[in-house]
């Protein structure tokens, strides 16, 4: 069954001129309506408007013009159902064999921050959805287009064929419905936002797809990478990449923790993560020095690793970077001449993301086999903690800086997780450990001398005193955790009988 007629009413008018032309020269009836009729009218395309069709004007500022009998019955109608055809020759309306629309721009819409509540409710499309939805519905006698990328498809397919195969029709069918859900799906999330309702009867989630990946965490596993229409500014998802070899999953998932550890900071930072932890965090007057105080915290594991800074990377800092081999340099931007000297690696992989984005409150989704968990994402810090010291001794004035950097970052380690720092700068983690005390000789261990006068972080409560026991041992001078245990003033005498400085916070960061 050839095309006929079609029914063209697009707010994308990219490619729908010479596509139009295209149909005319083949015969094709065009019925259009609005902005669309006068950009083909205005093109030399004949145009039947739309309220020929429906003998009824178009009303309430355009909200009503489509929704009428005349349109759906000739979307809906099945062609190889005698009792459908005879009913249309009845009402004197003529099939429609081929639909053109694409929606109200919503999402550019909300995207603007001047929009109103009210512009928003504007931009909500009514009869494209639905004239949409019913030729895909009715996708066996009814071609449907909604991405102009696929004009050129359904005319090669039509000149090659008469008709377009069924395959292309079910393959645009199912496109629409993936474009009017996702729609939706904005549109839902814009309202329930707006009655600031967090975790509603149900929850609708879009993304569009930014690259496929070559593969997942393994080379078995496939895996693509897709990112929020409307996401945060400061994320992976839009970060800009400006050299080398396309992101794998892991790299994603590496930068994604770098990005989000390095936004805990205003002074110059940087941030070297391996498996999504992070094996060395320096700060310092210049983003040079915080570069060189993280190298130095692991110098073997930064090896490979993805390295976050929160300030633009200078020649100084690209040359110190270039020595080593590293998967991915993420900055807010990189001078002319670190670009000269870091390009020079093929193969090293440079992102700009910008970090000017103010922080919003939004849940973290984890998928679970069946389903999925909400939360908030953890964005409390030193400032919301409930701090106080619990010892006889106070910290010193560098215990606290180191306290502070501590409880930053052991934040952002796997549960259970110690982390230790020393001027300015990590000096062991122990991460993801079944007891607290185990990541605690994991993180000494790794410090060596290094842990002499440092600060421990730990990511929850000593359960026992065994931990501050191990920190006596290693010359731990002070220690921040959330307290909160049964046998807490076990820990304090221990860490008052070792001239530890132990500070509370009241908060648990746990990270799985």
């Keep these: 069954m050839s095309i006929k007629r079609a029914l063209i009413s697009v707010s ?37 408007g739309i309220s020929e069709v429906t003998g009824f004007p178009e009303i309430l500022d355009g909200r009503v013009k489509t929704l009428h009998p005349n349109i759906h019955s000739g979307l809906l109608a099945m062609r190889d159902k005698e009792e459908h055809t005879q009913q249309l020759e009845e009402q004197g309306i003529a099939p429609i064999d081929l639909v053109v629309v694409n929606l109200y721009p919503f999402k550019q819409t909300i995207e603007k921050p001047e929009t109103t509540f009210e512009e928003a409710i504007e931009n909500i499309d009514i009869g494209g959805p639905s004239m949409l939805r019913a030729a895909a519905k009715n996708h066996k ?4 287009i909604t991405d102009p990328g696929d004009y050129e498809t359904v005319l090669e397919e039509w000149q090659e064929n008469g008709d377009v195969t069924l395959e292309t ?10 474009h009017t859900a996702s729609y939706d799906a904005l549109i839902a999330n814009y309202l329930t936002e707006q009655t600031g309702e967090l975790y509603p009867e149900t929850y609708t989630v879009t993304y569009e797809k930014k690259q496929d990946l070559r593969y997942g965490e393994n080379p078995h596993q496939q895996a693509a990478f897709y990112r929020e229409p409307i996401g945060p500014v400061s994320s992976i998802a839009n970060a800009m990449q400006l050299h080398g070899k396309e992101l794998s999953y892991n790299n994603i998932n590496d930068a994604e923790a770098a990005l ?28 040079l020095e915080a570069y060189e105080k993280a190298f130095e915290a692991d110098s073997v594991s ?14 100084e800092t690209a040359r110190k970077m270039k020595e080593i081999f590293l998967e991915i340099i993420i900055a807010p931007a990189f001078s002319a001449e670190a670009l000269d000297i870091l390009t020079e690696k093929k193969n090293l992989r440079l992102l700009t993301v910008s970090l000017d984005e103010e922080p919003q409150e939004r849940s973290k989704i984890t998928s679970v086999h069946g389903g999925a968990l909400f939360q908030e994402e953890d964005r409390k810090g030193f400032l919301d903690a409930d701090v106080r010291v619990v010892t006889e001794r106070e910290p010193t004035e560098q215990e606290w800086q180191d306290l502070k950097l501590a409880w930053k970052v052991v934040k952002h380690v796997k549960s259970n997780a110690i982390l230790l720092a020393k001027d300015d700068m990590t ?36 359960p026992m005193k065994d931990t501050v026991e191990e920190a006596g041992k290693a010359g731990i001078s002070a220690i921040i955790q ?31």
Excluded: W, Y
């Design 302 to 315: 930064i090896f490979g690793g993805i390295i976050a800074l929160n300030k633009e990377v200078d020649s």
């Design 12 to 48: 994308n008018k990219e490619g729908i001129l010479p596509f139009a032309k295209k149909l005319e020269e083949k015969g094709v009836e065009i019925i259009s309506t609005g902005g669309t009729s006068r950009v083909l009218q205005e093109g030399g395309v004949r145009v039947t």
């Design 482 to 512: 959330p307290g909160g245990s049964i046998r807490d003033e076990e820990s304090i005498e221990k860490a008052n009988e070792l001239g530890i400085a132990m500070v509370f916070t009241g908060m648990r960061h746990f990270k799985h």
């Design 169 to 178: 029709k079910q393959r645009l069918a199912a496109k629409v419905f993936r």
């Design 260 to 287: 989000s550890i390095v936004k805990e900071f205003n002074e110059p930072a940087a941030v070297a993560i391996k498996h999504m932890n992070p094996c060395g965090v320096g700060v310092g007057e210049n983003i």
């Design 141 to 144: 006698h009814v071609t449907v």
């Design 427 to 462: 000096v062991g983690v122990g991460a993801g450990q079944m007891n607290r005390v185990g990541s605690a000789k994991i993180a000494i261990e790794q410090a060596g001398e290094k842990a002499d006068g440092a600060a421990m972080g730990s990511d929850a409560f000593f």
